[in-house]
Nanobody, 126 residues
Framework: QVHLVESGGGLVHTGDSLRLSCVAS????????MGWFRQAPGKEREFVAAISWLSGSTHYANSVKDRFTISRDNAKNTLYLQMNSLKPDDTAVYSCAASSDSPNYICYNKGDFNSWGQGTQVAVSS
């Protein structure tokens, strides 16, 4: 497994942008499928975005498509989530995740990931 630490959350207004970072340690993320999930109060954790380790291809939840961008810098062992045009519905705790035992290049389901960060709070006011 890999140790993950997120940062970059905060309180913003509707339409603002934030960039979340997830620094990994313990092993390189170069060959790991990685993703971002979020959990709003009273709701289950939901998929936000994923990125392949092989081609860098990405996949997004419909609710964030065209507003959020997931990226990775393997040299810095860091995963990013650029969030633009934020809405109050984006308010949640955002967690990054990595899979060290999946045979797939990219993963989308919570159960596919075996390493999770502690999360960073994002709050969007109207």
């Amino acid at each position: 497994q890999v140790h993950l630490v997120e940062s970059g959350g905060g309180l913003v207004h509707t339409g603002d942008s934030l960039r979340l970072s997830c620094v990994a340690s313990g092993r390189t993320i170069e060959r790991l499928p990685m993703g971002w999930f979020r959990q709003a109060p009273g709701k289950e954790r939901e998929f936000v975005a994923a990125i392949s380790w092989l081609s860098g291809s990405t996949h997004y939840a419909n609710s964030v498509k065209d507003r959020f961008t997931i990226s990775r810098d393997n040299a810095k062992n860091t995963l990013y989530l650029q969030m633009n045009s934020l809405k109050p519905d984006d308010t949640a705790v955002y967690s990054c995740a990595a899979s060290s035992d999946s045979p797939n290049y990219i993963c989308y389901n919570k159960g596919d990931f075996n390493s999770w960060g502690q999360g960073t709070q994002v709050a969007v006011s109207s």
